[in-house]
């Protein structure tokens, strides 16, 4: 049987060793900083990514989150810090480009092991797969809808993160309604949970605006 490949993104190499010896059974990868990690992950997709917040050459493991998602979206990611607050490890947790555990360190050896094993039977494209099992057991008439919604939402969310990010002046939120054909309280929601999320600049747009407002 194939062993299922873990990449570790982490620079410390006292701390890689404990993974070399914790996590023996798998196949390991190592990149030291996250713009590595992505080059590796595009050449090589790993099964499983362990990501520390503290990097080399001074890069925060979080702020690639997103990325790894975008370019893995269905690969379990685990975050393993002793500098995060407690608000940055929910934050990790949360949103569509989430990593689904956070472990504090030092590494409890049998806590790695279980959350290891458990993101790998679990996760990722298996929880995807669940997800669906769950839809058809529900038989719900519209459950085909509402995931077409919902993958509409997080494509249409991902183009307006890029285009407001590189704007410098306020999206003009009829323009954004008419270019991807929904309304204007759609655009609204939307830039309010980008902003929730954290994934654009609370003044892009007043996060509690009424629809009912003018451009």
Known sequence: MKQQAVLIIEDDDFQYEIYEDALAKYQLFRAT??????????HSPPDLIILDHI????????????????LLPFVPIIVVSGALEVHQQIHALQ??????????????I??????????????????VIRQFEALERSKRIDAIELLSRSTDRLSRQTQLKQ???????????????????????????????????GEIR?????EWESPGNGD
């Open 95 to 108: 949103g569509p480009r989430r990593a689904h555990f956070c472990l504090p360190k030092p590494v409890d």
């Open 163 to 197: 285009l407001v990010g590189k704007s410098k002046t306020r999206p003009n939120i009829s323009a954004l309604a008419r270019k991807f054909r929904v309304a204007r309280k759609t655009i609204i929601r939307d830039l309010q949970e980008l902003i929730r999320r």
């Open 202 to 206: 609370p003044e892009v747009y007043p």
């Open 110 to 127: 049998y806590e790695l092991k279980k959350t290891v094993a458990t993101a790998l039977n679990e996760c990722g494209e298996t929880e």
């Open 55 to 70: 990097l080399d050459k001074g890069e925060r493991g979080l702020d690639f989150l997103p990325e790894l998602k975008e």
């Open 33 to 42: 900083t996250g713009s590595d990690a992505l080059l590796l992950a595009a």
